[in-house]
């Protein structure tokens, strides 16, 4: 069992920066792939990033790649998703989610098993 909790959205300007956190309490934390995906309204979730239980290895949707940053800190059960040069098509509700069956990184959501309950970014332009 995973409980997710993320942290860290706002509102922003376009071109600024802002850091999410995700924090997870549960024993498989540190063997469970992590990612975030984002749904926007009157759209499907979509994948963002994701990256793998040791940290070795991350993955980024187009949209993000260059801008966002998937780190995490096993040691705090913490993951965290550093967005750059916002766009205002990023507005979005960001989710953390666990995949604790996985040893290869997905990118559909119905593959993650547990979710947090989202924290809303959104950015003006």
């Known amino acids: 069992q995973v409980l997710l909790v993320e942290s ?7 071109g600024a920066s802002l850091r999410l956190s995700c924090a997870a309490s549960g ?6 792939n992590m990612a975030w995906f984002r749904q926007a ?3 499907e979730r979509e994948f963002v990033t994701a990256i793998k239980w040791s940290g070795s290895f991350a993955y980024y949707a187009d949209s993000v790649k260059g801008r966002f940053t998937i780190s995490r800190e096993n040691a705090k ?4 998703l550093q967005m750059n040069s916002l766009k205002p098509e990023d ?5 953390c989610a666990a995949d ?3 040893r290869v990184l997905l990118t559909t959501a119905r593959e993650y098993d547990y979710w947090g309950q989202g924290t809303q970014v959104t950015v003006s332009s």
């Open 77 to 80: 059960n913490t993951v965290y």
């Open 91 to 95: 507005t979005a509700v960001y989710y």
């Open 41 to 43: 309204p009157g759209k």
């Open 8 to 14: 860290g959205g706002g509102l922003v300007q376009a």
């Open 27 to 32: 024993r498989t934390f540190s063997t469970s």
């Open 100 to 102: 604790s069956n996985s």
